[in-house]
Nanobody, 131 residues
Framework: EVQLVESGGGSVQVGGSLRLSCTAS?????????MGWYRQAPWNECEMVST???????DYADSVKGRFTISQDNAKNTVYLQMDSLKPEDAAVYYC????????????????????????WGQGTQVTVSS
């Protein structure tokens, strides 16, 4: 059974930083896979924040480029998301996901445990940014 466990969410002021961690078990991070972070705020869609492949190649949403950094520790099967210069619009529930596929209009939370075609999802961690 694949499990993704996130940690590191919380409340921070505008301009502050947080680091999210996601540790995977039962999942092989191989050449055909990727891990990453998605987020969803109320009334918004489930959006990709950042992903990383086993070769270290990364992808970022335009809204977080230059502020967020994704990294991995293969020995610990853990992926991190360093979030700096946080803005109010970054507030959301952040989900760790592996091999994620988000059908149009679906919420992040609804994809957890559905089927492998949608990937594997963590339970989510809340990030709050206050001014």
């Amino acid at each position: 059974e694949v499990q993704l466990v996130e940690s590191g969410g919380g409340s921070v002021q505008v301009g502050g930083s947080l680091r999210l961690s996601c540790t995977a078990s039962g999942f092989t991070f191989d050449d055909d896979s990727d891990m990453g972070w998605y987020r969803q705020a109320p009334w918004n869609e489930c959006e990709m924040v950042s992903t990383i492949k086993s070769d270290g190649s990364t992808d970022y949403a335009d809204s977080v480029k230059g502020r967020f950094t994704i990294s991995q520790d293969n020995a610990k099967n853990t992926v991190y998301l360093q979030m700096d210069s946080l803005k109010p619009e970054d507030a959301a529930v952040y989900y760790c996901a592996a091999n994620a596929y988000v059908p149009y209009g679906d919420s992040c939370a609804s994809l957890r445990g559905v089927k492998a075609a949608f990937g594997y999802w963590g339970q989510g961690t809340q990030v709050t940014v206050s001014s």
